[in-house]
């Protein structure tokens, strides 16, 4: 009978397990940040064009230390007995109200001083929502849960050569507003190219009403939703069971913050979407064909 291994003590693992103390080591807090992001409907007071639309992302306000009245992602402390996602998905519904929705793991922030409170591990996650199918509300951890329209906006940018490879700095601003409220943060993003190894570095030039280092996680969001529309079905969550390409366009243009050609776009989707027989009949428009998404698209 094979007797089971030990260490250098002599002990088997059962035994060291036994022994084992967890103080030993200082833990650091963990947390979960959510990015729910949506393309919502603007009024057109023309009807005889499609209302245009506007990328918006939900932002719950503080109503305790620290940056108290300052506006931040949804999220919250994880609970020693829960994984990742369930604590995302029940922070989510306790600040916010929103429930069974589809989260994706962006990143996980560990800067040191990143939470005045103490050493705080986050890991972020993402989400591309209708709005119109949510009922948004503020709950017990938040004085208020809203919809903010978003932009960001390169300022400036300076490249230099080393004797390795490139330091390339950039500098993005962004604005979110709705009805009442208007924030905005300046982020510095630093691309170091030494050889075959490139790293990537954030930082806050200024911040204002958005808290704690929220702004450059929703700015790195902001990229990665961009890349993800292009190779991925993302933004159909967005669409409705029937839809014209012209509606998927201008979702797609939003997310993107740039027009396309049209008939590029329709090249682009072909695989993605299944032409049917309805056609969408509207006062001042031209009937257009009715698509659907393509759930074996390849």
């Given amino acids: 009978m094979n007797q089971p291994p030990t260490n250098k003590d002599g002990l088997t693992e059962e035994q060291f397990l036994q022994r084992y103390d967890a103080s030993q080591f200082e833990r650091p807090s963990v947390t979960v940040d959510m990015l729910i992001f949506t393309v919502a409907e603007e009024l057109e007071p023309n009807y005889r064009k499609l209302s245009p639309k506007s990328l918006q992302i ?13 506006w931040a992602l949804p999220g919250g402390f994880v609970s020693p007995d829960e994984s990742l996602e369930e604590a995302a998905l029940r922070e989510l519904w306790t600040e916010t109200n929103i429930d069974n929705i589809y989260l994706e793991q962006l990143y996980t922030w560990g800067e040191v001083n990143r939470d005045p409170r103490t050493r705080v591990i986050s890991t972020s996650y993402m989400a591309l929502v209708d709005s119109e199918a949510l009922e948004v509300k503020a709950g017990n951890d938040a004085e208020d849960a809203k919809w903010f329209r978003i932009e960001d906006k390169w300022l400036r940018e300076n490249k230099m050569a080393t004797e390795s490879g490139t330091i390339t700095e950039k500098w993005v601003e962004l604005r979110f507003w709705n009805e009442a409220e208007e924030l905005s943060a300046t982020i510095k993003i630093t691309r170091t190219v030494s050889g075959r ?60 913050g740039k027009e396309l050609l049209a008939a590029a776009f329709r090249r682009k989707v072909a695989d993605k979407v299944i032409e049917t027989n309805h056609y969408r009949k509207h006062a001042g428009h031209r009937p257009s064909k009715y698509y659907r998404f393509n759930p074996e698209w390849t």
């Fill in 197 to 256: 190894i490139v790293r990537e570095e954030r930082e806050i030039v200024e911040t204002n009403q958005v808290a704690f280092d929220h702004a450059k996680i929703i700015q790195y969001a902001l990229e990665r939703l961009r890349n993800k529309i292009e190779y991925t079905d993302i933004a159909f969550a967005l669409m409705p069971e029937l839809f014209t390409l012209t509606e998927l366009q201008q979702v797609y243009e939003v997310i993107l």
């Fill in 58 to 70: 939900l932002l719950v306000k503080r109503a305790d230390h620290p940056y108290m009245g300052h």
